[in-house]
């Protein structure tokens, strides 16, 4: 944003407020300015046109402010406000002025809507967005202990990298899904015992004998199963059909794979399912590769059911590290079993002094709830850490709630930043381009010093090294070298 030109537009504005003894809010034209220099190519005041309005106060706003619905009468406001100084000032002729005011007449009440639209996320939406899925996983590392000095990396066999732990059906799901596997029509499992055990031996000969071209129709691509099912295992989710190809394409050496044809008989094996242009393991087939590990001796650690968890066990066990596609199912499992106001207390309950990632899961995962889960929401009107956000539950829903102070603004503002700090470590470059594009804006930041947050001090630090804008990151190492100086007083 050019800044230069907002910071006069606001000190012109100030001015022309108190010669008419005019009543000017300049927080909020200063953010509707800085949106609009940041998202419509606004670089001047004369710039502003009633379409300006229209995407400002319907689309951008309710997408990047906290605000709740009831506040869209002070917005609209401080809107026609500036209107009346960009005509007295000679920044927009009568015929515009007249036309802007029409159009924010029309844009009051669905304003409101939009403020309400759960949808319509607000900054913590905005600010989420910086997160991305991968906030929720963690790469798997080799725990500390003896390891022979090779000389090199260990190598990533089974022994040497650890296992994820996996979420596995129940043995009678299991044993009902077996009558629909192909090959066992055409090979039926031994009579005698149990027959999931039987399915382990039939993968564990697939895996460890040499099918000469029988399973994959390849001899050589029959070599590579050990590989693509072990790195899937490890996935936990499905993949493109691409990554599979690109597996085979590397053992194959200049022979084409027939992608498609490979993937049917894997299906037919019943190890691979294939769903649209996405590709996994079956539940059959997870199963078997555990019991082929356990039987090895490696450390398959089975993923509790976390549905069954209570809400600090479903947060701790995200936490751990969960892929995203299993973390949905898992959240909506716990959900499925309580009643919205029981989970909604539970939640927050839990969320009430956690960490701001904690917290952050615990909020994302409230949001989900309607409003039936208003009162025990409203009942943490009184916690400090959790009364923006459920300001901001309530007020997204329709219903009664406080205005946000400024400082409550301010604290939810570095508590979702907070809760970005682990990905924005991670991906220094993604969190940078997503602060450009929906981050707070700098008058915002210069304020951050002020709240009482365990995490300031590191939000501001990370702007400062992040922001792409030098004159924001700039702002954002004075505020934190303001806030470390609170502290140590």
């Given at each position: 944003m050019s800044i230069e030109w907002v910071n006069q537009a606001i000190d012109d504005l100030r001015a022309w407020g108190r010669t008419r003894d005019v009543d000017?809010?300049?927080?909020?034209?200063?953010?509707?300015?800085?949106?609009?220099?940041?998202?419509?190519?606004?670089?001047?005041?004369?710039?502003?046109?009633?379409?300006?309005?229209?995407?400002?106060?319907?689309?951008?706003?309710?997408?990047?402010v906290i605000a709740p619905p009831e506040s869209a009468p002070e917005t609209i406001a401080a809107a026609r406000t500036f209107v009346d100084y960009l005509g007295e000032s000679g920044r927009a002729s009568a015929p515009s002025v007249a036309r802007m005011h029409e159009r924010l007449d029309d844009i009051e009440p669905r304003m409101v809507e939009a403020l309400a639209d759960p949808a319509n996320f607000g900054m913590a939406k905005s600010l989420f967005s910086s997160i991305g899925p991968e906030s929720l996983e963690q790469d798997v590392s080799i725990p500390a202990g003896e390891l022979p000095d090779l000389g090199e990396a260990p190598c990533d066999c089974p022994g040497c990298t650890p296992l994820p732990a996996v979420r596995l059906a129940e043995p009678d799901e299991l044993r009902a899904e077996l009558p629909g596997v192909p090959m066992l029509a055409a090979e039926p499992l031994d009579d005698d015992g149990d027959p999931l055990e039987a399915w382990a031996r039939r993968v564990a000969r697939l895996l460890d004998h040499d099918t000469g071209g029988a399973v994959t129709g390849s001899a050589e691509l029959d070599e590579g199963l050990y590989d693509l099912f072990d790195m899937l295992y490890r996935l936990q989710v499905r993949v493109p059909m691409s990554v599979i190809g690109d597996h085979f394409a590397e053992i194959s050496d200049e022979t084409p794979v027939d992608l498609p044809v490979v993937l049917d008989r894997l299906a037919w094996c019943g190890m691979i399912h294939v769903d649209g242009e996405t590709a996994g393991l079956t539940p059959l087939a997870l199963w078997a590769l555990r019991e082929h590990y356990l039987s090895l001796g490696v450390d398959a650690p089975r993923a509790p059911d976390l549905a069954e968890a209570d809400a600090l066990g479903l947060i701790e066990g995200l936490l751990e590290g969960v892929p995203t596609e299993l973390a949905e199912a898992d959240i909506s499992r716990w959900l499925t079993g309580r009643d919205p106001g029981e989970a909604a207390a539970e939640l927050l309950a839990a969320a009430s002094g956690a960490p701001a990632v904690a917290r952050g899961i615990a909020i994302t995962i409230v949001d989900r709830l309607g409003p039936e889960a208003e009162a025990q929401v409203r009942d943490r009107l009184g916690d400090d850490e959790l009364r923006p956000h459920v300001i901001h539950w309530l007020g997204a829903r329709g219903l009664p709630a406080p205005p946000l102070t400024q400082d409550e603004l301010l604290?939810?503002?570095?508590?979702?930043?907070?809760?970005?700090?682990?990905?924005?470590?991670?991906?220094?470059?993604?969190?940078?381009?997503?602060?450009?594009?929906?981050?707070?804006?700098?008058?915002?930041?210069?304020?951050?010093?002020?709240v009482d947050h365990p995490d300031v001090v590191d939000v501001l630090e990370l702007l400062g090294r992040s922001l792409p804008d030098r004159t924001v990151a700039k702002a954002a190492r004075k505020a934190a070298f303001k806030a470390r100086s609170r502290a140590i007083r």
């Open positions: 000017v809010d300049a927080d909020e034209v200063r953010l509707l300015c800085d949106y609009a220099s940041d998202y419509l190519g606004v670089d001047e005041l004369g710039d502003f046109t009633p379409e300006t309005f229209d995407e400002l106060l319907l689309s951008i706003y309710p997408r990047k604290w939810v503002s570095v508590d979702m930043l907070a809760l970005a700090l682990p990905a924005a470590e991670e991906d220094p470059e993604n969190f940078a381009e997503n602060m450009a594009a929906s981050g707070p804006p700098a008058h915002v930041i210069e304020e951050m010093w002020r």
